[in-house]
Every structure is written in structure tokens, then in C-alpha cells.
């Protein structure tokens, strides 16, 4: 099904509050994309467009309070929020600034602070100058960080979200299962990369934001570049990693095949990757912390290899292509039944480096698959 | 030809210092997509998460200096800088911002002034607390606007990117030209978008980050929803607004298409959107400003009908799906050569809408037409 119910969002609504009511806040101020539509669920590829800032209240108590540009006001109507405000932008003299302005003084007395998302991986979606004089205009009631709150509640996905990412991973799956249709020795890298999109588009996504990958001789150099027009060569480790989203909501997980016999070399560490991948799975349960996940996997891989320049080894994922938490040694949140997470093991062999990722649910005993798990034997094309 | 001969680099540079000299600007920093892209070239869909922060900085003199994670550093090292810093991300305590504070203090004087963009369409990509971090740790240093800088660069294209622009515009006109093989009566729409992305990618797109659209009776309501899975019907028009991309260049245009006859008062209201940006065509020359181009569509479309929400008639394109200026009756931005915009008028007819869309290149002389220029009948298929 696609959408929610409207209970889907009143519980989102009414948990921010309860948490916002003993962090002492009167209302929350969100700007960007997901946070927009975790309380609303608004959702359009309109955001594509830097043009035009949208704003979302979330007050102390009641519905959330749409401050907006007019020309998302039809959509945001089909929303179950009633109270929506809007102005004609772009406005080069005061591009909602003033109506977002009004509005927070309207419902938050004098004193009042208001959070907004402040923290790691946030960002504040509206031009600097425009957040400077917003805080004028605000007439002694301050803004300030939202304490984790936005971090707090996204980070554990309802039942209705995760049957969205795991239908985001199926279709993924098919997609990689039919890699075989469109890749082989002397296809253009660039060209498989044209072919895998649509492919992720044949078996359902509605569309693939994110894909990067790579193919070199024995592994890649990095896992963020864009494809090359060079043509796959035997000896190439091929590895693609897709994030596509169906209904808004991410997968993030790759495969990789070798171009012809792998060397034992690349054989033996794509191996120790699965089994760092599925150490981690066992260890995956709640009441375990991001950064112990981490080491079960460190453990594994430095057996055999120094650390990637990565920076992590698997992380949130819902929304957004990639959320909290980050498994690395300094995270410490701990694991909680309906967290989404991606275990990426990397490894270095031969000056390259192989990446391998799968995307799990944490619950209540042992944690569930939602990539479809992958073997210790690399496959081959 | 992907990418640019360093000597694009070294003249976005030059002319930026010129004129950062010009506003007493030590330095300029940078934290968006297409604000680092501009100047190196650093070009990968990994921006798609929104973890980690990066930064670029143009000091007074000499290259830019990149100072992102190390995820980055063997991409950013393909390009022509040279002074590229690094840290692990995420970093939960120190996430870049004292590499950052310490690099900005190495090359700016202690009275320095440093420019970051700050005014509309901008945001500052990085976490709000770690920009106050930043601002405590630069000793002196002030961050102040980049007083339109970056826009006023980025608004007039070269050579190159214009060419980068009309190989977009070209795929996406062959996708639209194909559109007949994937849209018919009782094709649902959702059905539609999905295959109208693959033929995008197979015409030769590198990804396609927007597609929108509407199917209704005579018309649609707005231009930014989701596809829905209903049917198309007898009496639809279906609308498909792409903004695809070639080697990091956005096309963004639209075609509507009758499904089965039109009636006349949508075939009358689809031909007054062609005349509008028509005679918006012939407006478009340097010396003119955008708010003329904006009221001579206008007149145009006040003849028949009230505006509709969409805030503009067209707008800039590039680097990014929508760019400076707006046509709006308060935008003067003049026209100048290298310029290219989207013509976009809309029309409301009968409770619905109706919108076209064009992409031209401003020159010396007439403009260009660089989408394939559609005629005053609407097609049926």
C-alpha cells in the first residue's frame, strides 16, 4: 500500500511532542525534505528544485502547520495537514520569511524556544541571510537545537515503514539478479549503468537517485566515482550499488561479480567480507551498540586488511539514502527493535578495494535480512 | 567530451577572484553540490547522502582547496586541485570543522572577511551547530555573504556547459519523441513515469533526478505530485516535466499530449501557452530583463486566464534543475549571452491546468532554441 494511514502520523506527531514538551521546546521548526514528510507525508520530487525554502511547524500540541509556496499547496492539501500557509515564491524581497515569522509568533508565546534539527547530518534548508532575519523578527523567542529529537524518533521505523524498504530491496534484488542480461566482458562500464537504472525501473522503483559503483582490474578504487565509458574486462571485479526508493523510501545495498575467474586473492577477500557481514548479523540485536556491530566487523577484516578510507562500515538507512546511526568505533547508540541498517564491510587487497552491503532489521531476537543475503562465493559474469 | 579542460577551471577561478578582490572577500567558502562542482569538477552522485559535510574554499589567490572526507579524496584527486584535506567521516565529535577553522585560519589573515553564499536560492550544507562551532573558531575571521558571487558566475554559461545543457535537452527530446511507445489509453500513469525514465537513460541520460507531471480531464492540478496509478482516459493530458542529466548538466522541459481529441477549449488554451513563450522567444535578448520576459508572457496569458500558483514563468538552468534569475514582474536581473532559461507559462482552463515549457540559450542575437521547439498543436496520441 502506499501512503499511511492517518494514524501513521498522528503517532509520529504525538511522540515529537511528548518528547518536546521534557526537552522544553514550544514547537519544532524543519526545513529539508524528510523531515518535512515524516510529519506529513509530502512527498514530491519537486525538492530537486533549490529554488523555493518550505517550512514545517510541529507545536506543541494539534497538527502540524504547513508555511509553504503556493505552488505546492494542492499537494500539501491531500495531506491530513489542515492548517497551510502559503506565499507566492520565489519572493526576492522576503521569500516566506515573514509568514514563517508570523506564524511561530502567532503560536509560541514570547519566551518560547523553538527547536530545530541542528546536529550531525542535518542541515538548514533555507538561505543563511533569510535564517538571520527570521530570528529578528522573532521577537525574543529563540531557536535552538531540536536535542535529537527529529534523530530520536526517525531512527525507528514503524511496521508500515519497513514494508516499504524491504519492498525497495526486492525490487533491487530482481534488478541484481538480471545484472546478467545487461553486463558482460566488452559492455561500456557507463553503459551498464544506463542498463542497471532501468532495470531498477522495469521491476518497479519509482526512481533510482542514488547508483554509483565500479570495475577494475581485482577490485575498485573508490565507490563513489561515476561509471567510465571503459569497457568490462576479464580479471574486473564489478560491483554496483543502487539506492532506489519506492513510495520515498531508500534501499542501499550492493553485489559484486568478477569479469571472467576471480583471483584467489579476490575470491579469498570477498569471502572474509561475507563473513565480517555476517558476523555482524549475528551481532545485531538490541541492546548491542552501533559501535560494537563495528568491531564484530573490524575484528573480521583486519585479519587481512587495513581500513578503507570509507570512514564506516554500515548505517541507517529509511528516508534518506543513508541516516543514523554510523557503525564506527565512537557511535555508541544502542540497537532497538525497527532500526534499518546497511552492514557494509570494505576490505583493501591489492591496492584496491572491495565493498560489500546488506540491509537488515533489527527486532526483537535475531535481526532479519532484507537485502537477499548473499554468498561467500563472488559471483561471476 | 565528459568533463572540461582545466582551463574552464582555471577562468571560473580567475573571475571569481577578480571579483572576491573587488568586495574585500579573503576567501570563499563552499558547501553545496554544484557550488564545489563549479569549481573542480568534482562530479559524483554520492551527495545523495546527506552524512557528511564537505567543503571547498577559493582563497584570493591561486587553486581552490577541497577539505571533505576521505571517502572523496581518490576522486577529488582526479581533478586539477591539488591541496585536498582530509578527515574520517563521520567524525561525531569534530566532523571537518577544525580541519576546516585551521585551514581558513592557515590562508586568511585575522581580519580576514569570508565569503559564503547566503542569499536566495542558497543554504548552507553543514550541520547548524558545527557553523557556530566554526564561526567561534576562526579568530577573528568573519563569515559574511559572498554578495552574489557564486550566482553571478554561475548564471552565464560557457561554451562547454552549454553544450553539456543541449546534449540533456537532445536525450530528453528523443525520449519525448518516443513517448507514444509507452502512453495509451489504459496505461496507468505511474506506469508511464516509470517508462518514460527508461527511455531517458536508454536515449543516453546519465540518471534522471525529476520527472513530474499530471493526467486529468483537460488538464492536470498541479505540476509537482507523484504519479498516481489510475488509468489514462479519453480526454486526459498528460504532462511529463523532465529534468534529466548529461555529464552533470540539467535539461528541464515539458510536453503535454491529448489523450484522444482535445476539446477546443484545451486545444485553444494549449496554443496560448505556445504563443506565450513564442513571443517570450523574441523578447529574450540581451538588454532585456527577466521581468520583461515575465510580462510579455503575461500579457499573453492574462488575455484568457488568471495566473496559476506556480510563482514564475521560467527560470534559469544548469548545474542544477532550476537556477537563477526567476521571470517575475520583481526580478531585473538584465540578460546577457550564455544565459539559458526556461520559458514556462501556465494557464488555468476550466478548474485545471495547463503548462509548457521550453529551454533557450541566450546569445548576442535572437536566442536558441535548445528544446525542440514544440508547435501550436497539442498532439493526440
Redesign the interface.
Known sequence: M?GYDTSEFQSRTERAQRRMSEAGLSALLLTTEPEIRYFTGY????W?????PWFLIVPASGKPIAVI???????MAQTWVDDIR?W??????D?GVSLLAATLREICPRDAVIG?P????????????DFQRLQDLLEGRRLV?DQGILRGLRMIKSPAEISKIEMACDIAGRAFQRLPEIAREGVAL?EV???F??LC??E?????????GGAEQGGY??????AR?SPLMPGDVLMLDT?LIWDGYFCDFDRNWSVGPASVQVRDAYATLIEASDAAFEAARPGATASEVYHVMNTVLSRVSSET????LG?GLGM???EWP?L?P??HTVLAPGMVLTLEPGIAVGGKILVHEENIVITEGSPRFISPRAGAELPQI
Open positions: 502506499r512527498l514530491t520530487r519537486f530537486e528544485s533549490p529554488t523555493r509556496p503556493s505552488i505546492g499547496a494542492a499537494l502559503t507566492s515564491a520565489p519572493d526576492l524581497s521569500d530545530l541542528d546536529g550531525h547530518e542535518t542541515h538548514v534548508r533555507m538561505p543563511l541571510a537545537s557507463d549503468f544506463r542498463r537504472q532501468m525501473l522495469d518497479g522503483a519509482d526512481w533510482v537517485p542514488y547508483l554509483a578504487t573508490d565507490v563513489i566515482s561515476p565509458s539506492g578510507d570509507a570512514g564506516r548505517h534518506s539514502l543513508t554510523s564506527i565512537t557511535d
